[in-house]
């Protein structure tokens, strides 16, 4: 049974930056596909970043280009995202996910929620203006 831990939330000024950490226990992510979302009060959860399972093939949504990346570490089991010039709308809870379903080729990222199969617990982080 995989678990993933986020870690690296909190409190931040418009403009700062923080990194988010997942860390995988149970079951290796090296040929998982990965993804981070986020959730704000009152809004869905959505897509923010994901990566294929190497990291050589990477999404990020339009709101976060520029600013975020993603990025994983297999021989730790952990997968990163780096928030710079975060702004007062990325406040949520973030929350990385693993899809281990087999399915596209070697560089297919997962964009839709429903293909994700396991989820962490999520992180807060809150951007104060």
């Known amino acids: 049974q995989v678990q993933l831990v986020e870690s690296g939330g909190g409190l931040v000024q418009a403009g700062g930056s923080l990194r988010l950490s997942c860390a995988a226990s149970?079951?290796?992510?090296?040929?998982?596909?990965m993804g981070w979302f986020r959730q704000a009060p009152g809004k869905e959860r959505e897509l923010v970043a994901a990566?294929?399972?190497?990291?050589?093939?990477?999404y990020y949504t339009d709101f976060v280009k520029g600013r975020f990346t993603i990025s994983r570490d297999n021989a730790k089991n952990t997968v990163y995202l780096q928030m710079n010039s975060l702004k007062s709308e990325d406040t949520a809870v973030y929350y990385c996910?693993?899809?281990?379903?087999?399915?596209?080729?070697?560089?297919?990222?997962?964009?839709?929620?429903?293909?994700?199969?396991?989820w962490g617990q999520g992180t807060q982080v809150t951007v104060s203006s």
């Open positions: 149970g079951r290796t992510i090296g040929t998982s596909r």
């Open positions: 996910a693993a899809d281990y379903n087999l399915r596209g080729g070697s560089s297919y990222v997962s964009k839709i929620i429903s293909e994700y199969d396991t």
């Open positions: 990566m294929n399972w190497s990291g050589g093939s990477t």
